[in-house]
Every structure is written in C-alpha cells, then in structure tokens.
C-alpha cells in the first residue's frame, strides 16, 4: 500500500510535573469519549498503535496513547543529571493526571497495562471520581517476582538484549511472529536502566494488597483482563484482586500473554470491544440521565 | 551405564536432549546468535542433567552427569514432566518458558548466571529446538 497514510496524529504537549515542565510526546486517532492508554514497563506508546488505527472504535473514542517520560520520544526532563530513573507511585500517578490535565480531557477512560494496570488500581483508590472508566490489563494488587532486576541495567549485560528476552516468554505462544518482534522491539529500544527503573514502582512502591478492597466501582466501573500466558501477573494474580473489589469485572483472555494489545492485536479486540462498548452504553445512560 | 533412568517419560526427554546438539547443527540463526557464547553448563532433567561444553554458540560436547571432577558455570535443570511441556508444539500456559518453569518451581537454576543471562533468548530457543524437531527426535 505504497502512499497510504495512518490516521495516527503525533504531537507534544508539555506538562508540569513534580514542578518540572515535561514535554511528553503522545499519539491519538478518533473522536469522543477520551481513551489515554499507558504502555508497559520499558516500552512506549507504540505498543497501542493498532487500537489507535481502529477505524470502528475510533469512531466512538478519542484514543490517546502517550509516552511517559524517559520512555519512546519523552525525553528525560532538562534538570535530569544522569541520577538512577526510578519511578514511584506517586510520581505516576501525577505524570497520568498532568497529561490528563494538559490535554483539558473531560474524565476520560484510563487503560493501562502491566505497571500501566496496577497505577490504574492505584487511581480506582485515590481518584475514582476523574475516571469515567478505568481498565487494567494485565493488573493484581501485587505478583510474585520471578528474577532479579539488577541483571536489566549493568554493563557486563546488554540491556536491550537482556530486557527482550526476559519478556519474550511473557508472550502467548499463538501470537503471529511479526506481532511478537514488534512488540520485543520496543523492549531492545529502551534506554539503559528504564525498564528496572519502572520495576521499581512495581516491585517496591506499588504493593496494594489490602488496598484495593476500598474500590468504589459505584464512582468509578473498573475492568481487569489477564491473558493466560502472563507468568508474571497470572490469571490468578488478577482474578484474587477482583475478588476484592466489589462490582468489579474480571477476564481471562485466551492465547494472549502480558502485552495484549501488541503481541495479538486481533485477538486483544475479542476482548477489549466489549468492554468499551459498556463503557460508552454506560457513558450515554448516564447522560440520559443528567438531561 | 553410567546414567540410570527411571521412567519411560526420563528415558524419552534424555533422548530428546542427546538429539539437540543436531538440531543447533541445523539452526544456523541460533549458532550465529550465540558467536560470542564460550562455556561449560549443567542442562537437562533435574537428576540426570548433561555436561554440555558451547564453543562459539556450537555444542562441541554433550556429556551424561556425573562425571568425576567436571566442573560448569551454570545450571539449568528442569522435572521430566516439565520439558515434555516445555517441548509440546503449543505448550499450556506456565510450562511455555524457561523463567515459568522456574517460577512455578518445575525448574531450578543455579551458579554463574552471567553466561545464562548475556545469552538469555539464544538458551530459550537452544532448549526449545526439540519443539519443532519432536518426530525425528522421539
């Protein structure tokens, strides 16, 4: 299809976070109801690059994927000096609402996956009331580590290398082999230390056992979908969390693992059209009501 | 005999590891990625493992443990049971990867795990070989 042109628009908007202004680089596609998207530990945006060409779900969403600092085309900000990244909850969770906030997004749909699900659970606690929705892929309150995250960043390793292969087998065997290269590549492109830096909300910062049992789904609906080849956050892993959560809504998908918008896109909309077409059904009732 | 095996299930994953060198004869992809690998490593089922010496990602030798005073850098060693999954043309969910067999302790991996780890995805592919080779292997 030589000539054709996505209809993926890339732009940067800048935002204040933690007193710093960003500029954080994001990509959208469609009109309505605000979809902001959040990419997995040491990887970026374009990781949602097939929903973001979903003529269909386009039509009823304005899907925003962005890329979180240090991540893709975020860059570092300006006062950085070469300290050890290291992502903690709150800084996350203030990076999502800046974004928010910069773009003016009138309660948007958050959906994140791996990190990206478990800071959405951490919203669900602590801002229900922005959301109109919140999805969390591949997201428990807390998982099992499987390997030590010092191996990710040292110089005797190649990082790239060592990132994308610690992941490949977090991939579902059934996915097509360009899906599976495409999704290993953003792992090879990261920068040196991103991926362990992210793992430090994951492993260290962002334990929510105990927590998420004051979800309110009443203020905010929340939706858990775990592939079934995830080893890391296992089926079991997220569907103990929503066993905490009164009203929430929980899926095992099938022959996907832990990256299911990018290692099996077709596959991924199985399960994900349904749930945002409850979300805008919702959406619009809602209204109804109020008018 | 200087391996003993018990089952026909051990009996059929130690002949399956003696073919895998063969088959890295037959991935060059999988030699060339592994050009820089030079090592002594501890492969195989949990009570009979192989001795198996990688010269410039090509298996050179491949030798049943124990042998007197051999020594090696790392080991991998997994239940019988788990590399008939491992090696399954589709396998289930949690035996698809060497890091959930470990995780879900169906594997044990342990020494210098810096030749394991610079060499990550050229061990998960060597070790998966047999997937694709399971007729000729078995």
New interface residues.
């Given amino acids: 299809m030589n000539g054709a042109i996505e209809p993926i628009v890339g732009r940067y908007v800048h935002a204040g976070i933690g007193g710093e202004n960003h500029r954080i680089y994001f990509e959208e596609n469609g009109a309505g109801i605000p979809l902001v998207c959040l990419h997995t530990a040491g990887s970026d945006g374009r990781q949602w690059r097939h929903l973001l060409t979903d003529e269909e779900l386009a039509r009823h969403f304005r899907i925003i994927a962005f890329d979180m600092p240090w991540h893709g085309k975020s860059n570092p900000p300006e006062s950085w000096d070469g300290a050890e990244y290291r992502l903690t909850t709150a800084r996350y969770a203030e990076t999502i609402l800046a974004f928010c906030r910069a773009l003016k997004l009138d309660k948007p749909v958050v959906m994140g996956c791996s990190i990206g699900g478990r800071i959405v659970l951490n919203l669900a606690i602590e801002q229900p009331r922005q959301f109109r929705a919140l999805i969390g892929l591949e997201a428990a309150d807390f998982q099992a580590p499987w390997y030590d995250t010092s191996w990710l960043n040292r110089p005797d390793v190649h990082g790239g290398e060592v990132c994308a292969a610690l992941v490949s087998g977090l991939i579902a065997p059934q996915s097509p082999q360009a899906a599976r290269a495409e999704t290993l590549w953003c792992y090879k492109q990261g920068g040196p230390g991103v991926f362990k830096g992210d793992l430090y909300f994951y492993r260290v910062d962002g334990d929510l056992r105990g927590r998420v049992e004051g979800i309110d789904t009443a203020a905010c609906p929340i939706y858990l979908l775990t592939g079934e080849y995830d080893f890391s956050c296992t089926p079991e892993d997220t569907v103990r969390t929503a066993a905490a959560i009164k009203g929430a809504h929980v899926t095992v998908m099938e022959q996907l693992g832990h990256f299911p918008m990018s290692e099996n896109p077709a596959q991924f909309r199985r399960y994900i059209a349904p749930v945002l077409d409850q979300i805008r059904n919702h959406s619009k009732s809602d209204k109804q009501k109020v008018g | 005999m200087r391996m003993t095996v018990s089952s026909a299930s051990d009996i059929a994953v130690a002949e399956t590891f003696a073919g895998i060198p063969a088959m890295l004869g037959r991935a060059p992809d999988l030699v060339v990625r592994g050009r820089m690998l030079s090592c002594e490593c501890l492969l195989g089922p949990i009570d009979h493992p192989f001795h198996v010496s990688i010269r410039d990602g090509v298996i050179v030798d491949m030798t049943p443990a124990p042998v007197l005073m051999r020594s090696w850098r790392f080991a991998f060693r997994a239940s019988s049971a788990a590399w008939m999954e491992y090696w399954q043309p589709?396998?289930r969910?949690?035996w698809?990867?060497?890091?959930?067999l470990?995780?879900?302790k169906e594997a044990i991996l342990e020494g210098d795990?810096?030749p394991f780890?610079?060499h990550?995805?050229y061990f998960?592919d060597l070790l998966a070989l047999p997937r694709s080779h399971r007729g000729e292997a078995a």
């Fill in positions: 589709m396998p969910p949690g698809h990867d060497l890091l959930a470990t995780k879900r795990l810096h780890m610079t990550l995805q998960k």
